[in-house]
């Protein structure tokens, strides 16, 4: 970790592999945006057969994505800065984890409800009440989840507003920039 080379080529690949799992966590979002919109208009099966759908890509994709950017992020932390952490990093552990939680505590589980709500709805001929209450759960938390996800990128990209002695970061003492 001490070569100047290595530690550059240590950040760069841990950024690709930050931008990767953003990547997936932004993209499966919309894809969903266009699976919601293509399939709640149709039958019941083919709602449930959205809902399925949806639930399988966050499960797949998102959740990993999301765990990929947070370890990727941790990388980056520790061969960038070592311990002096900057203050806009703690900015992006904050919201992260703000958004970590209301994932796994709420829309996982809204999630899940409208799958089997829909499910249910399919299996019986008639929409369940219950899945426009589970459906509101979802689009209520879900989107505070992307908003704080959407909000962290303006946090690392505009960095230097945050931070306190960035630039004797950026430079370290043999001057390699990293980027
Ligand atoms: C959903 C959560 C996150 C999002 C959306 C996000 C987004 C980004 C983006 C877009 C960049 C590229 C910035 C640039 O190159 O100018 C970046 C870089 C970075 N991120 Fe994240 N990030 C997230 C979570 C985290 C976490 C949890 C950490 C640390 C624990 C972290 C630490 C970093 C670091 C150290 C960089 C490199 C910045 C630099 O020094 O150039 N990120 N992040």
Do not use: C
Not at 2 to 17: E, H, I, V
Not at 50 to 68: N, Q, V, Y
Not at 90 to 101: P, Y
Request: aromatic share 10%.
């Amino acid at each position: 970790m001490s070569s100047p080379a290595f530690r550059r080529n240590a950040f760069r690949a841990l950024l690709t592999l930050h931008l990767i799992g953003l990547t997936l966590v932004i993209g499966v979002r919309f894809a969903s945006f266009g699976i919601e919109h293509a399939t709640s208009a149709g039958s019941l099966q083919f709602l449930s057969w959205g809902r399925e759908l949806m639930g399988t890509l966050a499960r797949s994709l998102t959740l990993p994505g999301f765990l990929l950017t947070i370890a990727s992020g941790i990388g980056l932390v520790v061969v960038r800065y070592g311990k002096r952490v900057p203050r806009w990093v703690w900015a992006k552990v904050v919201l992260t984890t703000v958004g970590l939680v209301l994932a796994v505590k709420f829309v996982g589980p809204a999630l899940e409800g409208a799958r089997n709500w829909a499910r249910w709805s399919a299996q019986h001929g008639q929409l369940a009440p219950q899945f426009a209450d589970s459906l509101s759960q979802v689009s209520i938390y879900g989107s505070i989840v992307f908003a704080l996800i959407l909000l962290t990128i303006p946090v690392a990209v505009w960095k230097p507003v945050l931070s306190f002695g960035m630039h004797q970061n950026l430079t370290r003492k043999s001057g390699d920039t990293f980027t």
